[in-house]
């Protein structure tokens, strides 16, 4: 198992229960869970996940469905999002 | 085609106007706003002008498509000198006045001079009149705004005005038009104040037309609307969370502006961030933001419409703040934010406001104020320096009062409407300016965006992040994903973001249309409106051109290569969390491939050879 700390941004935040939208919901999964089972489990939709961070590093599509997950990482996902 | 082919030229000295037909030789290698006027002040001015005498001189100007059909299409320009940096100025503002200039029937107008008393310029299409400004004169922005609209008693006047602090002083004063919208860098409006020119109210009802293919131009622009409304970013992200969604992204990635730049990751972000803007307060249950909002003809809408909690200590007293108005951007956000270590967002949106209402560029006096922070932390500065104000990291208080007194140009407010430049030399602390060529940097920490270090410290008109916005490739994966700590690559990217990024600034598009379009949908909608002369290539070509030919006014101002650095912090000052822990920007491993793709010479200087091959 490891214990990992997810975090919803922009529109994909509601899907995150009310009490842990801001600092996010920490949970334990099994070590070879992949990071679109984690965005599964929380019926964000994987299509449409653009930007995916575990501890503030981009995570590429091709590492989306392996098991990279550490302990005590953080998993930031966001859809596509831009600024200026 | 799509040019009026108009120049207005008013020399404020004879108090004269005069039509001129626009140089189209001129048009078909600099295209038009950014592009166009820059060679029209490269050929007029001396480099070496003193910004703020009469010899300089101010352009508003449109691009062939602004005030047309396209999505967009609203946008123009103030070009000039700068007073903050020495530099070409060139600041975009979006709004509504570009199309009313284009509908009045005019490409740009050439402001000359410095009028004997203050006056506003009164267009309506083809009739100018320079008519005395002594009642708004020392006026807000809104006020002026106000006034105007009911002294010629007409709702449909779109204005661009100065406030009180361009006529105080301040270096980094901005050109507001249409209330919340600004040509905000680099000083532009402080400019327009030393010509006595308080404002530009326009009306036009000539409608914009000269398209060159009609037919092909709406089938263009039809096909370039879909491609925005289907896209993620600009049919979804940016209207529902404005710019400000990057505030947790770019805190996530290690790259946030902190504490004037001492850190790259601020605690208080969230609380500032697009998201929080949308959740109901605890005090009244209204969220901070009320709608989106679009400039002319754009069907994105990032535009942020806003209120404060009523009862919150900025505001309490004075309710002609009660109503909605602009909201935060992330760059006000930030620099307002994180940068002074604030979490206040109520705070933030008044302070917002004041740079709306008198017109401040909020980077560089969010900047300027953090810099002032670090010195009275560090004891450089006093209280006896600061009339008493107690100028600590964190204090929203102390935010709200001196972003007052610098709107007002009192007390120490008028020294930080110097910039953080000239405030941290003559405090003995220059290394604490966050500037590159005297301008403040935008909301994205090099040290965890390794390119940006690169457009920062190459970017004609100082620290800018629109000028080659590679955060959009290295962060956000928009065309391509690139690693944002690798070196490798970004003087390829740099270049390529910075001379598109000036085709489409000289066009009348926005830029931020670029997180969906690529050139294939812009060239065709320019090329249906101007002629099929312009393809990607062209534009690209003219971009580039452009590029060369600011700066070589740069340098024939007496900018040289050495000042394309990054302030010392960046360079030696490891970040000390986030991915990018331990890293400095690696500018050296940039700069010289960048010269060499660009045609320079080792010293930064364009070639003889690389400015014959642009015709410059």
Known sequence: MVRITVKLFAGFRPLLPAENRIEGITIDVDDYITPHQILRQFKVPVEQAHLLLINGVFIEPERRNQAIFKNNDVFAVWPAVAGG | ?616
């Not at chain 2, 975009?92 to 001079?113: H, T, V």
């Open chain 2, 1 to 616: 085609m799509a040019w009026t082919r108009n120049v207005l030229r008013v020399n404020l000295t004879e108090l004269s106007c005069k039509k001129e037909p626009l140089n189209m030789e001129w048009a078909s290698q600099y295209l038009g706003q950014r592009g166009l006027a820059s060679k029209y002040l490269v050929e007029e001015i001396d480099p070496k002008v003193e910004p703020l005498s009469p010899d300089n001189i101010l352009i508003m100007a449109t691009g062939p498509l602004t005030g047309t059909m396209a999505s967009t299409a609203g946008r123009y320009s103030v070009i000039t000198k700068s007073p903050l940096t020495g530099a070409i100025a060139c600041s975009n503002s979006g709004g509504f006045i570009g199309m009313e200039f284009k509908n009045a029937g005019w490409d740009m107008i050439i402001f000359e001079g410095k009028a004997p008393y203050p006056v506003y310029l009164y267009l309506e299409n083809d009739q100018p009149e320079l008519l005395p400004a002594d009642e708004i004169w020392g006026k807000t922005a809104w006020a002026t705004d106000e006034w105007l609209h009911n002294q010629h008693q007409d709702p449909l006047l779109r204005i661009a005005t100065i406030g009180r602090s361009a006529e105080k002083g301040c270096l980094f004063a901005a050109v507001i038009n249409d209330l919340h919208r600004a040509a905000g860098r680099s000083g532009v409006g402080t400019v327009m104040a030393s010509k006595n020119l308080k404002a530009v109210a326009v009306r036009g009802t000539k409608g914009v037309g000269n398209i060159k293919d009609p037919a092909a131009f709406m089938k263009a622009v039809n096909e370039g609307k879909k491609v925005l409304a289907e896209n993620a970013v600009t049919g979804q992200g940016l209207p529902t969370y404005g710019t400000q969604v990057l505030m947790n992204v770019i805190n996530e990635v290690g790259a946030m502006p902190t504490r004037n730049m001492r850190e790259v990751q601020f605690e208080g972000a969230e609380k500032i961030s697009g998201e929080a803007m949308h959740e109901p307060r605890p005090t009244d249950g209204k969220p901070n933001l009320v709608t989106n909002a679009g400039c002319f003809a754009c069907t994105i809408a990032c535009g942020r419409i806003s209120t404060i909690d009523k009862g919150h200590f900025s505001i309490q007293h004075k309710p002609q703040y009660f109503g909605a108005s602009g909201g935060l951007e992330y760059e006000s956000a930030w620099a307002f934010g994180s940068d002074t270590g604030v979490d206040d967002l109520d705070a933030l949106t008044y302070v917002n406001f004041l740079c709306n209402e008198d017109g401040m560029d909020p980077i560089t006096l969010g900047s300027t104020i953090a810099a002032a922070m670090e010195m009275f932390e560090q004891g450089d500065l006093t209280l006896a320096d600061t009339g008493g104000l107690e100028l600590k990291f964190g204090s929203a208080k102390a935010l709200v009062e001196i972003v007052e007194l610098t709107a007002r140009g009192e007390g120490f407010g008028k020294e930080i409407g110097l910039g953080s430049k000239r405030l941290c030399e003559k405090y003995g602390r220059p290394e604490l300016s966050m500037t590159v060529k005297g301008q403040e940097f935008p909301a994205y920490d090099p040290r965890g965006i390794q390119g940006m270090g690169l457009a920062y410290a190459t970017s004609n008109r100082g620290a800018c992040h629109l000028r080659g916005y590679t955060v959009s490739s290295e962060i956000m994966g928009i065309p391509e994903k690139t690693d944002p700590l690798a070196t490798e690559g970004k003087a390829e990217l740099v270049k390529a973001f910075q001379d598109v990024t000036a085709a489409v600034d000289s066009s009348g598009l926005c830029v931020f249309s670029t997180f969906a379009w690529s050139m294939s949908d812009i060239a065709p909608q320019i090329a249906a409106a101007c002629g099929d002369e312009w393809t990607m290539d062209t534009l690209l070509e003219a971009g580039e051109r452009i590029w060369n030919l600011e700066r070589k006014f740069n340098m024939d101002a007496g900018l040289t290569g050495a000042d394309d650095t990054l302030p010392k912090r960046l360079l030696k000052e490891a970040a000390k969390t986030g991915p990018a822990a331990g890293r400095v920007n690696d500018l050296h491993k940039m700069l010289p491939e960048y010269y060499q793709l660009r045609g320079w010479s080792e010293e930064g200087i364009p070639t003889p050879e690389t400015l014959n091959r642009f015709g410059i």
